[in-house]
């Protein structure tokens, strides 16, 4: 990834694919925006929005858009790959906005999925019957 892409504030996990990462990233980026084409509906928020895929998550199938129309909005969508015109929500619309909020969505998911926003080894605290985290029994003298 380019350091002077604004991608690159987005952290490791994301590829930017108007920089050249053959070496690093597997995907065909072509097929990003065709998958994106295809599975956005008539009924979907952005049916008939001019988006430029401008980079993917590594681990898993968000793909990150600018708009056309209006280059200071960026918009975060859940790809299916079902290689067919979706229904519903699908592809859903994870972030959307300025860069700003990108990067605020961005760094959310990134605390949540580094266990910032959990206790333990990725875990919620045991809760006991009336829904507080479970004290730990005390301990015996040995």
């Known amino acids: 990834?380019?350091?002077?892409?604004?991608?690159?504030?987005?952290?490791?996990d994301w590829c930017d694919v108007t920089a050249d990462?053959?070496?690093?990233?597997?995907?065909?980026?072509?097929?990003?925006?065709?998958?994106?084409?295809?599975?956005?509906?008539?009924?979907?928020?952005?049916?008939?929005?001019?988006?430029e895929v401008i980079a993917h998550r590594l681990t898993n199938d968000d793909v990150l858009c600018r708009h056309r129309?209006?280059?200071?909005?960026?918009?975060?969508?859940h790809l299916t790959w079902s290689h067919r015109e979706e229904i519903g929500g699908c592809p859903t619309i994870d972030a959307d906005g300025e860069w700003r909020h990108i990067i605020a969505y961005a760094n959310a998911v990134d605390a949540a999925l580094s266990g910032e926003a959990l206790s333990g080894e990725g875990r919620k605290p045991e809760q006991g019957p009336t829904g507080q985290p479970r004290e730990e029994a005390p301990r015996r003298p040995s």
């Open 69 to 77: 129309a209006t280059p200071s909005r960026y918009s975060i969508l």
């Open 1 to 12: 990834m380019k350091e002077t892409s604004v991608v690159a504030e987005l952290g490791d």
């Open 21 to 51: 990462r053959a070496e690093d990233c597997d995907l065909d980026h072509l097929a990003l925006a065709a998958e994106l084409s295809t599975e956005v509906h008539p009924a979907h928020p952005f049916f008939g929005t001019a988006l």
